[in-house]
């Protein structure tokens, strides 16, 4: 028999959830705990195979609960009660990926769907174990004032968070970003969380997505062998994670001279436009462009929006170039709903060159990003995507 063990300290709420789960004792039973030290207690007791628990705790609270999770049940399905209650907040802890959630107030049927697919096992497609740019993501959202320590073997470094901010970071013999990309690349991390920072004056001025996505870049760098490839998507995956279309026939040439009530009406640039083009009121917008700058491996970065205009290009960009990745884009929803697949990750596609086109969807834009094949994409698409999210035009 599964047991499900689900830990919040409002007692009314645990023994509504109780009631409710009668009807499924068939499929799972239930285990109770009011914070993360008895959680921890129950956890060293007997087997447990998906935990359900609360952010906001006494004594012990869910972040801790999560790290302690991370370090010593990391295949173990874990489900995020959250009450952060605003749809940006909720737009971003989806982009996260690697924790299921659910809001609150709990819808019971949605719940009870989340457990009996948690419970399945990944091959179900459920997201087990908890990674550590997750966990500073959940930190960053939530506004958490803390000090997270992380160990990897004999490595061992420090990041500081005051209200959702990374303040600064330590390892043995660095500090400040250096410390912050180094930890980020560490394998096999062990995470550790004091709910204090020591820290007030910020010695960190990068947001914490650059600092994810130039960690793993470093990670991947050391990863990469000089024959590595891209890997095309596992038909079974729940996503459209790194289609590589080259070798299908897209119909491109009749794609190129459609009606107009057929595509999104042609972006009229010819020219380059830069980062001073950009209006100002769009902060977001300049931090997704200042992020894109900042990437070595991008030879070459076009934003538009989803109607077909071109909002930025890194080099000159014409219509053709804005009209096919606005298409990429679009065929890639089509084929996404059309398989029932989750939320769409990334598109890619290899150029002529030899180069890889990527292609990343936002609420409300669309980049396509030229990488070289021997760049991993899922770093990169990882490491924008959350940003990419928020721009609004």
């Known amino acids: 028999m599964n047991t499900v063990l689900i830990v919040d300290d409002d007692e009314s709420f645990l023994l509504s959830l109780i009631d409710g789960f009668k009807s499924y004792e068939d499929q799972f039973g239930i285990i109770t705990a009011h914070n993360g030290e008895e959680a921890v207690a129950i956890l060293d007791e007997q087997e447990i195979h998906l935990v359900l628990t609360d952010l906001k705790m006494p004594k012990m609270d869910g972040f801790a609960l999560v790290a302690h999770l991370s370090a010593h049940h990391p295949?173990?399905?874990?489900?995020v009660m959250t009450a952060f209650g605003t749809p940006d907040i909720e737009e971003n802890l989806k982009e996260i990926g690697a924790f299921q959630y659910i809001e609150k107030p709990i819808d019971f049927n949605l719940l009870v769907t989340k457990i009996l697919k948690g419970l399945e096992g990944r091959s179900k497609g459920f997201i087990t174990g908890v990674s550590l740019s997750s966990f500073l993501q959940l930190l960053e959202l939530d506004k958490k004032t803390c000090t997270v320590t992380v160990r990897s073997g004999k490595h061992q470094g420090n990041m500081y968070f005051r209200d959702g901010d990374l303040l600064d970071a330590n390892t043995d013999n660095l500090s400040g970003e250096e410390a912050a990309f180094t930890i980020i690349s560490w394998k096999n991390v062990e995470i550790?969380?004091?709910n204090s920072c020591k820290i007030t004056e910020p010695k960190i001025h990068?947001?914490?997505?650059?600092?994810?996505?130039?960690?793993?870049?470093?990670?991947?760098?050391?990863?990469?062998?000089?024959?590595?490839?891209?890997?095309?998507?596992?038909?079974a995956n729940t996503s459209l994670d790194s289609i590589d279309l080259s070798g299908m026939d897209l119909g491109l040439d009749d794609f190129?001279?459609?009606?107009?009530?057929?595509?999104?009406?042609p972006s009229l640039a010819t020219e380059t436009l830069t980062t001073s083009s950009i209006h100002t009121a769009n902060p977001i917008l300049q931090q997704f462009i200042t992020m894109l700058e900042a990437m070595p491996e991008i030879s070459n970065s076009i934003l538009l929006s989803k109607d077909g205009n071109l909002v930025y290009a890194a080099k000159a960009a014409d219509d053709q170039i804005s009209n096919f990745i606005t298409y990429i884009s679009v065929v890639s929803q089509q084929l996404q709903e059309a398989m029932g697949t989750g939320e769409q990750q990334y598109t890619m596609l290899t150029l002529s060159s030899g180069n890889n086109l990527l292609v990343l969807s936002g609420k409300e834009v669309v980049v396509g990003l030229e990488i070289s094949n021997t760049v991993p994409p899922g770093p990169v698409a990882a490491g924008l995507r959350p940003v990419l999210s928020r721009i609004s035009m």
Do not use: K, Y
């Open 256 to 265: 190129l001279h459609e009606e107009e009530d057929v595509l999104p009406p």
């Open 206 to 235: 990068d947001s914490l997505g650059f600092i994810l996505l130039e960690g793993s870049r470093r990670q991947d760098e050391q990863n990469a062998s000089p024959t590595s490839s891209t890997t095309q998507a596992d038909p």
């Open 192 to 194: 550790v969380l004091e």
């Open 75 to 79: 295949e173990l399905p874990v489900i």
